[in-house]
């Protein structure tokens, strides 16, 4: 089923939430929700599920009105961040739920349920758990159980709330595979809300970032990461560094360097920023042909497989930080407080009076 | 559950090193032991002793005399009606409170403690001053052969506004903690709003609604001062349990007296043993997250 939002707007209080949100979810996809907290993310997933409703604007499923539609008549599956297991249900109970508070003419007979509890059961492989209680369970196994719960209703669209955001790093990484591959098996529509952007990246079709109760960008991951519509969407996804400059017809003068930057062809000596990532930009122990930066080593630190160092610039503009492999930097043999160039091999320029 | 245990194992172990000498707790536990007995046990086996002084016969006969089994009987009523009518207002009450937001939120939770708050003796002269002859509403109920003060009727309304905050008091903090979410899942699977509250909703808050009902019940059955003012005091005919015993012992006639007082001191042991599972299985029903925290 298909999801159109037009024009939604909600506010609490004199808080915008969320303010005039276009979006679209073709049938089939897998939909990342991707922005900070206050963003507004979990407020859309709500308005999908009929748990909150807009102040102005429309919801569309399969292009049918449903902004008037109640929750249970919605058919959406919805998983929450804490789980929202019924505690004093067992495990079995829980997945059985939906289909036991059907009206009678359409509830399936008790084998019926039966053997669907056990077939989502085996979906989440926790078959041998079906008769424990939601507190005997670990943090994953009680978001899967959840997920089953919302599946055993056969739910026209899934809808999950930062799904992961309450568990461990391991448990997280290896239950968003598990979603992305049911997702490949069964087809429907979902949404998912993260503050995540690894998360997001991994898992989803499509990306939409927000930020402060609007859409900044949608695209697909590798869209939405290599080509950054605004600086916002720029930091968020992935560690930056910050260069001040001005861009004059074309030409962008930033923070010492100079570099074409076509797309600022009509700027006129207009004050520009430039982003570059962290793993952008590469150190040397000489002074390159062109776009260096002399710059000193403050910090080393060495995170997993790579080895984050601090610079500060020596023309005072400020420090950077850099992410090197652990190879590179073991070739350098970089000591604290030594001399070296930092080289910025991609930067966007932005136009913007944009500040983190 | 396992977070619990871990919890004592970690502060046995604790315990065990930056713990008091020997002696210092026990002379600890005896001063409290001691302090318990003297004003809680005492008391409460001195009512038994007394009431049981002449023998179990004149006991029951104290018991079986007319207007002490009419006060029995008023007590019960007034009890019958009172706790299913807050219970009642009770659950509507924190259900708005906890699951919704509206203006004036708070301020309904202060109204709610209004009775807590108020002396008991000033609630029953609220009555008077509402209902009695010299009244607001008391010549109007006259005209009408209306009879609230003094008889039935005001007795229950004054319990009513007595024990009123009891079981709101109980399930607010309750439902609060348990949080809106469980409901959602439930709506979002399909559940109308009465499948979500008696499938969902009422079995996470059925120990705290017991819990509550049982110390509005003890308070209804209990209610001195507001009940004593509205009463009047007709024998037989207006009197609680705890009106019969002040005049019992008004009238010395101190076994009967605490034989009468000695269905309140049960009543209390009845309560304070239901409490205690209650208690018990409301801390089970909270989640494990919310009990670290």
């Not at chain 1, 003419?105 to 077939?119: A, G, L, N």
């Not at chain 2, 819990?211 to 059955?221: E, F, H, K, S």
Request: with cysteine; proline share 5%; net charge neutral.
């Amino acid at each position: 089923m298909s999801i159109d939002i037009e024009a939604v707007s909600k506010n609490f209080g004199a808080f915008a939430a969320l303010s005039d949100v276009n979006l679209q979810v073709p049938s089939g996809e897998l939909v990342a929700l991707l922005g900070p907290s206050g963003s507004g993310k979990t407020t859309l997933l709500r308005i999908i599920a009929g748990l909150e409703s807009p102040d102005s604007g429309k919801i569309l499923f399969n292009g049918e009105e449903a902004t008037q539609r109640q929750v249970q008549e919605r058919q959406v599956g919805f998983v929450f961040q804490h789980y929202a297991l019924f505690r004093h249900m067992t495990v079995f109970d829980n997945i059985a739920f939906g289909l036991t508070v059907k009206p009678k003419k359409s509830r399936p007979c008790k084998q019926e349920i039966r053997d669907k509890v056990f077939t989502l059961l085996k979906l989440i492989q926790l078959e041998q758990l079906a008769d424990r209680y939601p507190g005997q369970l670990s943090g994953g196994q009680r978001q899967r159980v959840a997920l089953a719960r919302a599946l055993a209703v056969e739910p026209q669209v899934l809808l999950l709330d930062e799904p992961f955001g309450a568990l461990d790093a391991k448990v997280r990484l290896e239950l968003r595979r598990w979603l992305r591959r049911l997702h490949d098996e069964i087809h429907v529509t979902s949404v998912f809300v993260t503050h995540d952007q690894e998360e997001a990246l991994e898992v989803a079709d499509r990306i939409v970032v927000m930020n402060q109760g609007r859409i900044e960008q949608q695209g697909t991951p590798s869209e939405v990461y290599d080509r950054p519509a605004t600086p916002f969407v720029f930091d968020f996804l992935g560690n930056v560094n910050l260069f001040q400059g001005r861009v004059h017809e074309g030409t962008a003068q930033i923070g010492g360097l100079r570099m074409a930057s076509p797309e600022h062809a009509s700027a006129c000596d207009a004050p520009a920023v430039g982003y570059v990532r962290s793993h952008d930009i590469g150190i040397e122990r000489q002074r390159g042909a062109a776009g260096s930066l002399e710059a000193e080593v403050r910090y080393l630190l060495s995170v997993g497989p790579l080895v984050r160092v601090d610079l500060a610039l020596s023309d005072g503009a400020g420090s950077i930080e850099v992410n090197l492999p652990r190879e590179e930097a073991d070739r350098l043999k970089l000591s604290v407080g030594e001399r070296v160039f930092a080289r910025p091999r991609k930067v966007r320029v932005f136009v913007d009076d944009y500040q983190i | 559950m396992h977070v619990t245990k871990g919890l004592t194992k970690n502060g046995r172990g604790q315990g065990a090193r930056v713990s008091e000498p020997a002696w210092v707790r026990y002379l600890l536990l005896a001063v409290a032991l001691g302090f318990l007995a003297l004003f809680l046990l005492l008391p409460l086996a001195a009512v038994f002793v007394q009431a049981l002084d002449k023998g179990w016969q004149a006991y029951l006969e104290a018991l079986k005399e007319p207007d002490t089994l009419s006060a029995i009987r008023l007590t019960l009523v007034t009890a019958v009606i009172c706790v299913p009518l807050n219970l009642f207002f009770g659950i509507v009450a924190a259900w708005a409170i906890a699951k919704f937001s509206f203006p004036g939120k708070s301020f309904l939770i202060t109204l709610i403690d209004l009775p807590f708050s108020v002396s008991p003796v000033v609630s029953g002269l609220i009555y008077v001053l509402i209902f009695g002859l010299q009244g607001w509403l008391g010549p109007w109920l006259q005209a009408h052969d209306i009879k609230i003060i003094f008889a039935v009727p005001g007795i229950v309304l004054a319990t009513i506004f007595v024990t009123f905050p009891f079981i709101a008091r109980e399930l607010i903090p309750l439902m609060e903690s348990q949080g809106r979410e469980e409901e959602e899942a439930a709506l979002t699977l399909g559940a109308s709003g009465l499948q979500t509250f008696f499938r969902v909703t009422f079995p996470n808050i059925k120990w705290g609604i017991l819990y509550g009902v049982i110390l509005c019940n003890a308070r209804a059955m209990g209610e001195f001062g507001a009940v004593s003012v509205v009463s009047g005091h007709v024998r037989g005919s207006t009197n609680t349990i705890p009106l019969q015993v002040e005049i019992l012992y008004n009238e010395y006639s101190y076994a009967a007296a605490f034989a009468v007082a000695s269905l309140l001191a049960l009543l209390a042991l009845v309560t304070l043993a239901v409490k205690t599972v209650a208690e018990w299985k409301i801390h089970q029903s909270i989640p494990v997250a919310e009990r670290e925290g």
